[in-house]
């Protein structure tokens, strides 16, 4: 098996360098708080020895990681570019504007905001950037008033009262959905009277007639598309024309694939920029950046964005802004359109190697970065796939598949993705490896009883696995040429 490094492991030209800057970094650290230094240097290793396939995570290049361990960080810059509400922010201006440049550059939209510090916060003031647009500007007009500390204890109630009950068509959680958009224990479920839109029951596949049947009986304000467990592609254009039909607002939440759209992966209808009213991302997932959010948007939802703080957040975070302007110059090199394309071929590579070996996908397979594996055929929950995995060292995590007998805690899918190993360098044939391992860790493990926690593996499979997975692993190495 031969390691395709020409498509990935971003920083190798300059490992020499790194290496001396972490030996240092973690010399200093050593000697305030050792026990820290050595957990970092564990967590390396660790990442370094384990076959992630979490379809959330990724590993970002040195320059992005050293990037974020600066003054940056003791700085405070509440306000935007230009307009601070603290002095001495020049520096910080500089940062901002450059990671919101490549962010339009890189994705073709007219507006990026840098700030959020994480996907649920992109969310929350892309939420609250519609309702501002929306809502409180032509509640403020109506009542002839400029600013909200301009009306009476009385009016602002009411447009209180107006804002606190909107409405939010989004994706269902049991069907690839996340939880920030618009469900009962997230900030979203109850600031929103929401409802979702499922999968088909025969094909797992959205069925945009049943969206817009279900968009024009609930009016809602804002329809949101985009997901972090749907193996499959999306028609943002037809999103936007049902989300115009019924006078929503489109938000995409693009946090998991935003990778493969950077990379030119998804384009024309499948690449939601040109098509939402306001698209959120976070920075850490297939965009391979530094763990933070971000929010693109047009002209008209521009303004109320630029107000993320104080709307929503506090100070930004400078040095994970610095990181992301990074992270979004990386992406915009040709190299990272050749991993976004690998991201997507691995993926089917992987599903099909599932496919022939008898599993389960929900859909059939995938067209994006992730494949959801039904485990019920091997007689397991996803807790109990997920576990006899983690034994055998392959980390993943379990997701629910629609309509899941066993329920949101114990489930019965396991969901795999491809951005972290394609970033080490692993092409088609070890995906199809990778698939070969876990079969082998589920058809032989059996579940205790009744129990849907409780499991045991035959003897000797975990360290079968243990050992192929090393051999590919060692093949294909984390930060090539990185000593500590
Ligand atoms: C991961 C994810 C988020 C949340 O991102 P955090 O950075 O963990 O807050 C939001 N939306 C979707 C669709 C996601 O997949």
Not at 257 to 271: I, N, R
Not at 299 to 310: H, L, T
């Amino acid at each position: 098996m031969t390691a395709d490094s020409s498509i990935s492991a971003p920083g190798t030209e300059y490992a020499a360098t790194a290496s001396e800057a972490y030996r240092a970094a973690l010399a200093v650290i050593e000697s305030v708080e050792p026990r820290i230094a050595d957990a970092t240097r564990k967590e390396l290793a660790d990442q370094r020895d384990s076959l992630k396939l979490i379809a959330s995570e990724n590993y970002a290049s040195p320059a992005v990681l050293l990037t974020m361990g600066t003054w940056f960080s003791d700085k405070y810059a509440e306000g935007t570019v230009g307009h601070r509400f603290y002095a001495a922010c020049q520096n910080v201006d500089t940062v901002e504007s450059l990671a919101a440049e490549h962010a339009r550059e890189l994705f073709g939209a007219p507006y990026a905001y840098a700030q959020p510090h994480s996907g649920i916060d992109a969310n929350l003031v892309a939420f609250w950037a519609i309702l501002a647009t929306r809502i409180e500007a032509p509640g403020l007009a109506e009542l002839g008033a400029k600013h909200v500390n301009d009306l009476s204890e009385q009016d602002w109630e009411k447009l209180r009262n107006k804002l606190g009950n909107q409405r939010l068509l989004g994706m269902s959680l049991d069907t690839g959905g996340h939880l920030t958009h618009g469900f009962r224990p997230n900030i979203s479920g109850k600031m929103f009277h929401q409802r979702s839109y499922g999968t088909d029951a025969q094909t797992g596949l959205i069925d945009y007639d049943a969206v817009a049947a279900a968009a024009r009986e609930f009016k809602p304000l804002i329809l949101v598309a985009g997901y972090s467990a749907y193996p499959r592609r999306v028609n943002f254009a037809k999103m936007r024309e049902i989300a115009d039909e019924v006078g929503a607002t489109l938000l995409v939440d693009m946090a998991h694939f935003a990778g493969l759209v950077a990379g030119k992966v998804f384009t024309g209808d499948e690449d939601p920029v040109p098509h939402a009213h306001v698209t959120t991302t976070t920075t850490h997932k297939s965009l391979r950046g530094p763990r933070g959010g971000l929010v693109l948007a047009t002209e008209e939802y521009a303004p109320a964005v630029d107000k993320g703080c104080p709307m929503v957040l506090g100070g930004p975070l400078s040095h994970v802004m610095a990181a992301k302007a990074v992270a979004l110059a990386e992406a915009r090199q040709p190299a990272f359109r050749e991993y976004a394309q690998a991201v997507a071929d691995n993926a089917q590579s992987l599903a099909e190697g599932f496919t022939k070996r008898g599993a389960n996908l929900v859909t059939g397979g995938t067209d994006n970065h992730l494949v959801l594996l039904d485990v019920t055929s091997f007689g397991l929950t996803g807790r109990q796939a997920e576990s006899a995995l983690l034994d055998a060292g392959v980390v993943t995590n379990r997701n629910a598949v629609p309509a899941d007998p066993n329920g949101a805690w114990y489930t019965s899918g396991i969901r795999f993705g491809t951005p972290a190993l394609t970033t080490r360098g692993f092409g088609a044939a070890e995906f199809d490896k990778v698939a070969e391992l876990v079969v082998d860790v589920l058809s032989n493990t059996q579940a205790e009883g009744s129990s849907k926690a409780k499991y045991t593996i035959a003897d000797g499979v975990a360290d079968r696995v243990h050992a192929a997975s090393a051999e590919i692993l060692a093949a294909n190495p984390l930060y090539p040429g990185l000593t500590l």
